[in-house]
Structures are given as C-alpha cells and as structure tokens.
Nanobody, 117 residues
C-alpha cells in the first residue's frame, strides 16, 4: 500500500501561482508513473499531467505552457508548478502514482485549489 500526502493547495487570485507537492511512502515503493488529476465541481476527474520514472512528461492541452510537473525520485515526491492560474483551474487536485509491475495506481485524498477572479 502506498500513502500519499498532498500539500500546497489554497486560494489564489487569477494570474497567480501555486506549487503542489505529493510525497509517497510505503513498502515496495518503486514508482513508475506519478501525476496529477483534477476534479471541478460537477465535472469528471481529468488528467492534468504525468511524469514517468525516466522523466517523460505528458500534459493536458489546457495546462500546456502554464503548468510544469517534476519529480524527485530520491524523495518519492512529485510536484506541480502552476502559473497563470485562472478561475477555470479551480478544482480538487489529486496525486496519482503507479508502482512498477502494478496495473493499478494509488490516489491521494486531494488538495483544493481555488482561483478567484
């Protein structure tokens, strides 16, 4: 089992920035994919960005050029730097990790990001 602790959410004005962090802990912690998803009120959860163990990144079109995902493998931590935030980015952001040799991943409890206009 993997435990995920997210931090960095909060309230920010439009145009501002936030940095989310997600630290993973647990046994057999060989992490393959790490990433972030989000779910806005009344909407389905959607992919924001992922990063592989080798550093390959994948972004949703709506965050390209504004958000940057990174990871520190020594700390089993994934980050999401969010710049130029707008009210449409308001959502609960969930950390996601998938271990090597596992078909299913693990989810964090989510951290709320609110962008005011």
């Amino acid at each position: 089992q993997v435990q995920l602790v997210e931090s960095g959410g909060g309230l920010v004005e439009a145009g501002g920035s936030l940095r989310l962090s997600c630290a993973a802990s647990g046994s057999s912690l060989s992490l393959n994919v790490m990433g972030w998803y989000r779910q806005a009120p009344g909407k389905q959860r959607e992919l924001v960005a992922t990063i592989s163990s080798g550093g390959t990144t994948n972004y949703a079109d709506f965050v390209k050029g504004r958000f940057t995902i990174s990871r520190d493998n020594a700390k089993n931590t994934v980050y999401l730097q969010m710049n130029s935030l707008n009210p449409e980015d308001t959502a609960v952001y969930y950390c996601y990790v998938r271990r090597v040799y596992y078909a299913m991943g693990d989810w964090g409890k989510g951290t709320l990001v609110t962008v005011s206009s």
